[in-house]
């Protein structure tokens, strides 16, 4: 079951995406050579409290941190850690929650650490980053989930890879609905798997967190020993967006964009919904 949501509820998870929002702006700012990855995520906590959100990561499955800090070879769910020091050319990963009167953000981004970054690894997260903002323009009523998981894959198959090859898009996570829980029907490829059928329609109140993980290599992963820690197999960086998107009456609403999505969007020749708290 997919749950849809009323304006007076997207407008509480805009609340919480405002949360998320501002964690990704601390912690990029945090994100230097010489700071640990547990150093980021008590950057995160003490934005939470500031703002009266609670994490929606802490706890959860276990989960032992506030935010998941993915370094390099780590597409996801990395665990911050004190011995992790982040060095001059490093990629990494922040993603990361907020919980406002029981309504969900979830949002990532990919950060390069100091300077000396390849072009092949800042075209790996442009590429990323613009896929998900396709699956984003993809959010239209009348159009079904496999929309936007085509509208990701075919951003991302278009792209030429630097040194030739293609890129891998990560196949064991994706995106998701959001709402009262981080983690919410339906599951979001991204990629297109005609196995799966077209999914549900598109209609206002439908939300979605939209995350493309891309690798240099390999669309393969494996879990380590900790149970969390997910990177390639063969070793290549990877990159991770996302954003949790609203569908409303108006247009899609991107809750965890601090500007909701507008200026990019107005890019791509759409116009965003209205933001419900300006």
């Avoid at 640990?36 to 609670?54: I, S, Y």
């Avoid at 009167?101 to 949002?107: P, Q, T, Y």
């Avoid at 005609?194 to 979605?208: D, E």
């Avoid at 890019?267 to 708290?277: K, M």
Wanted: net charge negative; with cysteine.
């Amino acid at each position: 079951m997919v749950q849809i949501k009323n304006p007076e509820q997207i407008a509480k998870m805009r609340e919480a995406g405002l949360v998320v929002a501002a964690i990704h702006a601390a912690t990029r700012e945090a994100a230097v050579p010489g700071a640990t990855t547990k150093d980021l995520d008590q950057v995160a906590r003490k934005v939470l409290a500031e703002h009266g959100a609670k994490p929606n990561f802490l706890g959860y499955g276990g989960f032992p941190a506030t935010i998941c800090t993915s370094v390099n070879e780590v597409v996801v769910h990395g665990i911050p850690s004190d011995d992790v020091v982040l060095k001059d050319g490093d990629v990494i990963s922040i993603d990361c929650g907020a919980i406002i009167d029981g309504w969900h953000g979830d949002a990532a981004y990919t950060a390069f650490v100091g300077s000396g970054h390849s072009p092949e690894l800042i075209e790996l997260s442009r590429v990323t980053e613009e896929s998900m903002w396709a699956g984003i323009a993809a959010m239209k009523q009348g159009n079904r989930l496999v929309d936007v998981s085509r509208a990701i894959e075919t951003y991302i198959r278009r792209q030429p890879k630097p040194g030739g090859g293609k890129y891998g898009i990560i196949e064991d996570y994706g995106g998701h609905g959001i709402g009262t829980e981080m983690h919410m029907d339906p599951h979001l490829l991204n990629y297109v798997d005609r196995k799966r059928g077209k999914g549900p329609k598109l209609v206002p109140g439908f939300c979605l967190a939209i995350e493309p993980m891309v690798s240099l290599g390999t669309p393969r992963t494996e879990v380590l020993s900790d149970d969390w820690t997910v990177i390639t197999t063969d070793g290549t960086w990877s990159s991770h967006w996302e954003h949790s998107v609203a569908l409303t009456e108006q247009g899609p609403l991107v809750l965890t964009a601090p500007d909701g999505g507008r200026a990019k969007l107005a890019e791509l020749g759409i116009t965003a919904a209205p933001d419900p708290l300006a």
